[in-house]
């Protein structure tokens, strides 16, 4: 073992005393249990295969999302495009993040871990990354002076809504996000210009410590007013939650975008068409053999 220096030897006393200290002075008592392993709550039933960000709608069209005219035209070019064998706008087949808000349906499992100045939000899939949720009394930004992230920025706030002395709610503002993102798989489209706004309230439910909630509101000048929905996760009950290995979504994935249009790579290593009449991609500036 190397032993530090004599120069160093305070500074390294000094850090180790004040994680102590910031150790000692974390009551987690204050606290809700937000621990374990947290995976998606029950969904309405759908003809249609996946997860939409209002639970209590089916997937898709049914979804009925606040849409201004322009933008409930490009959901609907985004759905004619998938039915006929496309992505649509969704860009996570290239393995884009799914960014905020999506990121919360979630897929799979996720985990909190509650600090006095950050509250981290892990995800189980590589291309979610994680959240930090800044507690520690910070604002925004001047300007958000920051570049833009599919996540954003969060500041949270605890609140103790019951008067008992203990936290029960985390409040959350995100901004500063970048697209393209959509709100789910179907490709319901947010604003091109990014300047969406994300106010979450996380708690447990007073019924069922198992059962978490978070009221997201959505702020974007896509919608016609601001999109309210309610997701709910269910914890693992289990004191050994089996956490799979994380998906690496780069791994075998086959879709190759050119240009505008998006292609399929075939087991002999060929473009393949996905949608009928596609056309090929444009090979200008490849020389034209005779075979």
């Avoid at 933008?71 to 969704?90: H, P, R, S, T, W």
């Avoid at 996570?92 to 950050?118: A, D, H, K, N, Q």
């Avoid at 509250?119 to 291309?127: A, N, Q």
């Avoid at 914890?235 to 879709?255: A, L, Q, T, Y």
Wanted: a negative charge; one cysteine or more; proline letters at 9%.
């Amino acid at each position: 073992m190397r032993v530090p220096n004599s120069t160093g030897m305070p500074a390294f006393v000094a850090a180790l005393l004040v994680t102590a200290a910031s150790a000692a002075a974390f009551d987690d008592s204050k606290y809700p249990d937000f621990g374990g392993q947290w995976r998606r709550a029950a969904r309405v039933q759908s003809d249609r295969i996946g997860a939409a960000f209002d639970p209590t709608k089916p997937f898709g069209r049914e979804e009925k999302p606040p849409l201004t005219p322009e933008y409930q035209a490009i959901y609907e070019a985004n759905l004619v495009d998938m039915e006929k064998g496309g992505q649509g706008i969704d860009p996570t087949y290239s393995c884009l993040s799914p960014g905020m808000p999506r990121v919360m349906i979630p897929y799979i499992g996720m985990e909190f871990v509650v600090t006095p100045r950050v509250t981290y939000i892990l995800f189980e899939r590589d291309w979610d990354f994680n959240r930090h949720i800044y507690t520690d009394g910070r604002g925004f930004p001047a300007d958000m002076g920051l570049e833009p992230r599919y996540l954003g920025y969060s500041i949270g706030k605890w609140l103790d809504t019951d008067g008992d002395g203990r936290y029960d709610t985390l409040e959350v503002e995100t901004r500063g996000m970048k697209g393209p993102r959509v709100y789910d798989a179907s490709g319901i489209p947010l604003h091109a210009d990014n300047e969406t706004v994300v106010q979450e309230r996380i708690y447990l439910d007073k019924g069922d410590p198992n059962l978490m909630h978070d009221d997201i509101t959505t702020i974007d000048h896509a919608l016609t007013r601001p999109w309210v929905v309610n997701q709910t996760y269910r914890r693992v009950v289990s004191d050994k939650p089996i956490w799979f290995p994380h998906m690496v979504c780069g791994e075998g994935n086959n879709h190759v975008s050119i240009g505008k249009e998006n292609y399929f790579l075939s087991g002999d290593g060929y473009l393949m068409p996905t949608k009928k009449d596609q056309p090929p991609p444009d090979l200008r500036y490849f020389k034209k053999y005779d075979r």
